[in-house]
């Protein structure tokens, strides 16, 4: 233990703002209820604190060279794609997601392959028994390459055993299960979180090796959540899905690399995670023929057009006040939508349940599905069904007109190759796309417009 007093201090769950008395609301994020009470031991500084480090002195700025950084390929493309094209040598990862969802099987097999691929890498599991990963190995498949694994939850030999075996990939599998002594608060709490990830984040950027982290994130309860910690890595890599289906998505939020937003899709299958390499197919199967209120959309994930499902229930309600409710999408932007569609339309929806649901469990959150939204609920509500080789791409403005989008001509090269013959998109976008053949566009300026094609 070191030395030090120990204190009582308050932690915001959210963003890690740190105060010595509670409050109801975090003056850094503006949430309310999120601190959480931790002990932590207040060290007095000392002549160690300072030994050993580097002495670091100023650069100018013309002299630092901008070579191309060290890329390592997980020869996964798709975690490629949305790491910005492989791994970067010194950097820290955070990988995130719901317990279960597939971190710890997504990462022995970038594990297996960076091994294959003759470099040296450790596996630091703080939740699992060696025997509990052998057995996942088992069901990944062969392993070829060398492998290193511990089981260890205490950072100080964690540390000493990166510094000792030479290593250019660590994976710490989980950032919850980490302590480290001189920190007197449990595993799992804020401080001890903060305090692994920046021995981490020091291990890393000084030994030039990459680090994954495995951050769980809970909705509730006294566990920090890898939020704390995005403000702190290089990169964090969002795992979602539904749990109960098989498909996930990667999803990069925060990148100092490459671009963010990008998104990597896989399935989860009885030999690990496979990769999707074509989502809008992937995503199209089973998509009702000749059923109202579905139509498909195209949205843009990064630099990638996804083609989507989007699928409308509007009924007659049996209760005074009608029910709304959304999968996938934004349900204020859906209520805005059927506000429209009544004022502007005059298609009355007052009595009636409204129900959107993004078909394949993925969330968007891209306005240029509104018009696409708009018809589906139009289609159920007249109970006509709309053309199976039609998609649809606007944003919905308040007035009932369809306003631009960006990579016009991506989203329709990504339909017109899935087999779609005609588009709609919006008018101020006809000219970007008037040499585009092999599909049908037609430009419309309002959603009464677009209604009027059903
Ligand atoms: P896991 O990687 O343990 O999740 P996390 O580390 O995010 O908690 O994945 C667990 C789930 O994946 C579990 O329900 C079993 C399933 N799974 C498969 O379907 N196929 C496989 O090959 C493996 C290894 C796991
Ligand atoms: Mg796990």
Do not use: H
């Given at each position: 233990m070191a030395k030090g007093k120990n204190t009582v201090v308050f932690f915001c769950q959210e963003c890690g703002y740190e105060s010595s008395k509670w409050m109801g609301q975090c003056p850094g994020c503006r949430q309310w209820n999120t601190f959480v009470e931790e002990n932590v031991t207040v060290r007095t500084p000392g002549k160690?604190?300072?030994?050993?480090?580097?002495?670091?002195?100023?650069?100018?700025?013309?002299?630092?060279?901008?070579?191309?950084?060290?890329?390592?390929?997980?020869?996964?493309?798709?975690?490629?794609?949305?790491l910005g094209g492989g791994l970067v040598a010194g950097s820290l990862t955070l990988v995130g997601g719901d317990p279960g969802i597939g971190k710890s099987t997504l990462l022995l097999q970038v594990c297996r392959n960076l091994a294959e691929g003759e470099k040296e890498v450790l596996y630091v599991s703080g939740e699992e028994s060696l025997k509990q990963i052998k057995i996942r190995a088992n069901r990944i498949g062969d392993f070829n390459g060398y492998l290193k694994l511990l089981?260890?939850?205490?950072?100080?030999?964690?540390?000493?055993?990166?510094?000792?075996?030479?290593?250019?990939?660590?994976?710490?599998?989980?950032?919850?299960?980490?302590?480290?002594?001189?920190?007197?608060?449990?595993?799992?709490?804020?401080?001890?979180?903060?305090?692994?990830?920046?021995?981490?984040l020091k291990l890393a950027k000084g030994l030039n090796i990459s680090i994954f982290i495995v951050g769980h994130v809970t909705k509730e309860g006294t566990v920090a959540g890898p939020r704390v910690l995005e403000h702190m890595v290089d990169t964090v890599l969002y795992f979602e899905g539904d749990r109960h289906a098989s498909y996930r998505i990667l999803r990069?939020?925060?990148?100092?690399?490459?671009?963010?937003?990008?998104?990597?899709?896989?399935?989860?299958?009885?030999s690990g995670?496979?990769?999707?390499?074509?989502?809008?197919?992937?995503?199209?199967?089973?998509?009702?023929?000749?059923?109202?209120?579905?139509i498909v959309v195209c949205s843009m994930e990064g630099t990638r057009p996804m083609l989507i499902e989007v699928q409308a229930l509007v009924c007659h309600s049996n209760f005074g006040i009608p029910r709304r409710q959304?999968?996938?999408?934004?349900?204020?932007?859906?209520?805005?939508?059927?506000?429209?569609?009544?004022?502007?339309?005059?298609?009355?929806?007052?009595?009636?349940?409204?129900?959107?649901?993004?078909?394949?469990?993925?969330?968007?959150?891209?306005?240029?599905?509104?018009?696409?939204?708009?018809?589906?609920?139009?289609?159920?509500?007249?109970?006509?069904?709309?053309?199976?080789?039609?998609?649809?791409?606007?944003?919905?403005?308040l007035s009932g007109e369809v306003r631009g989008v960006s990579m016009i001509q991506a989203r329709l090269q990504e339909a017109a190759k899935l087999g779609f013959t005609t588009c709609v998109i919006p008018d101020v976008c006809m000219e970007s796309v008037k040499d585009m053949t092999g599909i049908k566009v037609i430009g419309v300026k309002s959603v009464r417009e677009a209604i009027q094609l059903l």
């Open positions: 160690s604190m300072s030994a050993g480090q580097a002495k670091s002195k100023p650069a100018p700025l013309s002299e630092i060279s901008l070579e191309e950084e060290d890329r390592i390929s997980t020869r996964m493309p798709e975690l490629d794609r949305v089981c260890e939850t205490s950072l100080e030999m964690i540390e000493e055993n990166i510094r000792r075996t030479r290593v250019d990939v660590v994976v710490i599998d989980s950032i919850q299960t980490m302590y480290r002594e001189s920190v007197s608060s449990a595993p799992g709490s804020i401080s001890q979180v903060r305090e692994a990830t920046s021995v981490l990069g939020v925060k990148n100092r690399f490459g671009s963010t937003n990008e998104i990597g899709v896989f399935e989860m299958e009885a995670l496979k990769e999707v390499r074509n989502p809008s197919e992937f995503m199209l199967s089973g998509k009702p023929e000749d059923a109202s209120g579905s959304t999968i996938g999408t934004d349900f204020n932007r859906v209520n805005l939508l059927i506000a429209v569609l009544e004022k502007r339309l005059g298609i009355s929806m007052g009595n009636c349940d409204a129900y959107v649901n993004i078909a394949g469990g993925i969330k968007i959150q891209e306005p240029a599905i509104d018009l696409g939204i708009a018809m589906a609920l139009v289609s159920s509500f007249k109970n006509k069904t709309i053309d199976n080789k039609l998609i649809a791409i606007g944003e919905v403005g």
